[in-house]
């Protein structure tokens, strides 16, 4: 199975602050990586597929990068909205794997 | 609108037996690859398995932690997907997800794209 390990597990942020959260997969992955925001309570939502394409709707405040073994997920000009738990997720083969979760918390 | 709503999560013994459905609206159903997730309280997110879709006839994948178990399945003619769960042990609380699949283009897999809202399953004596 292919392990998917996110970095840092939290973070605090101020409003306005740009913010980078890093995936690393266990193997060469090419670009099959999506990410997700869940709110306390709430259903997750799909921001990114395909390591840097914005899922429709998603404002391009959030953006994606890297293929192979590595990724990262920028946010910028972070709003009180945003304050989430974020996840990583690999599609490549089965089972489909995520990262343990980055919250991202005010500061 | 995409819409996908799950119903139902109970309270249930271990051992038991449990069947989640999940109603698809505003799109094809029959063209999308479908799967469940589960996040266990206080968790993180966990594959449950995958129905692909009419082109591919339906078929299936599991995680390990559910094969043998749990069976996914499809009524076309109601939009709904199912998740019927058996010999259910106290790991498999959770609250479980329905999530289309959308592809980009021919021969790239499915990413999630559109989630339900969740139903709680409990195993619990």
């Known amino acids: 199975d292919i392990q998917m390990t996110q970095s840092p597990s939290s973070l605090s942020a101020s409003i306005g602050d740009r913010v980078t959260i890093t995936c690393r997969a266990s193997?060469?992955?090419?670009?099959?990586l999506a990410w997700f925001q869940q709110k306390p309570g709430k259903a997750p939502k799909s921001l990114i597929y395909?390591?840097?394409s914005l899922q429709s709707g998603v404002p391009s405040k959030f953006s994606g990068s890297g293929s192979g073994t590595d990724f990262t997920l920028t946010i910028t000009s972070l709003q009180p909205e945003d304050f989430a738990t974020y996840y990583c997720q690999h599609y490549k083969n089965y089972p489909l794997t995520f990262g343990g979760g980055t919250k991202v918390e005010i500061k | 609108e995409v819409q996908l709503v799950e119903s139902g999560g109970d309270l249930v013994q271990p051992g038991g037996s449990l069947r989640l459905s999940c109603a698809a609206s505003?799109?094809?159903?029959?063209?999308?690859?479908m799967d469940w997730v589960r996040q266990a309280p206080g968790k993180g997110l966990e594959w449950v398995g995958r129905?692909?879709?009419?082109?591919?006839?339906?078929?299936?994948e599991y995680a390990a932690s559910v094969k043998g178990r749990f069976t996914i399945s499809r009524d076309v003619s109601k939009n709904s997907l199912y998740l019927q769960m058996n010999s259910l042990i106290s790991e498999d609380t959770a609250m479980y997800f329905c999530?289309?699949?959308?592809?980009?283009?021919?021969?790239?897999?499915?990413?999630?794209?559109?989630w339900g809202q969740g139903t709680l399953v409990t195993v619990s004596s």
């Open positions: 395909a390591a840097s």
């Open positions: 505003g799109f094809t159903f029959s063209d999308h690859y």
């Open positions: 999530v289309r699949a959308d592809s980009p283009g021919s021969g790239y897999p499915p990413s999630f794209a559109y």
């Open positions: 129905s692909r879709n009419k082109a591919n006839s339906y078929t299936t």
């Open positions: 193997q060469d992955i090419s670009n099959y």
